[in-house]
């Protein structure tokens, strides 16, 4: 069993910038490849980002590429995704998912372990 949890979400403006993070328990947590989704309310759960267990590979969605940065930091158990540059089609709800597979996927169902989601709203 892994529990992730997410936080950091928030309301923001056009152009700003937050950072999410996603705190897992477990001893094998760093082997764990790690993505971000995201849904907004009556639209699918959507690929943003992912990165594999040593954070030397990672993947982004075209939408985010050049804007996000996934990262982690095996240490402390957490992996983050830094939002720069927010547009009010990023507004939705951040979720981050842990494969055992330890690679950066963008399928949902590599994954095998989910958190709650962190409300992310930008404002035009």
């Known amino acids: 069993q892994v529990q992730l949890v997410e936080s950091g979400g928030g309301l923001v403006q056009a152009g700003g910038s937050l950072r999410v993070s996603c705190a897992a328990s477990?001893?094998?947590?760093?082997?764990?490849?790690v993505g971000w989704f995201r849904q907004a309310p009556g639209k699918e759960r959507s690929f943003v980002a992912a990165?594999?267990?040593?954070?030397?590979?990672?993947a982004y969605a075209d939408s985010v590429k050049g804007r996000f940065t996934i990262s982690r930091d095996n240490a402390k158990n957490t992996v983050y995704l830094q939002m720069n540059s927010l547009k009010p089609e990023d507004t939705a709800v951040y979720y981050c998912?842990?494969?055992?597979?330890?690679?950066?996927?963008?399928?949902?169902?590599?994954?095998?372990?989910w958190g709650q989601g962190t409300q992310v709203t930008v404002s035009s």
């Open positions: 477990g001893r094998t947590f760093s082997s764990y490849g």
């Open positions: 990165i594999n267990w040593t954070g030397g590979s990672t």
């Open positions: 998912a842990a494969n055992r597979e330890g690679r950066p996927s963008r399928h949902m169902v590599v994954y095998d372990y």
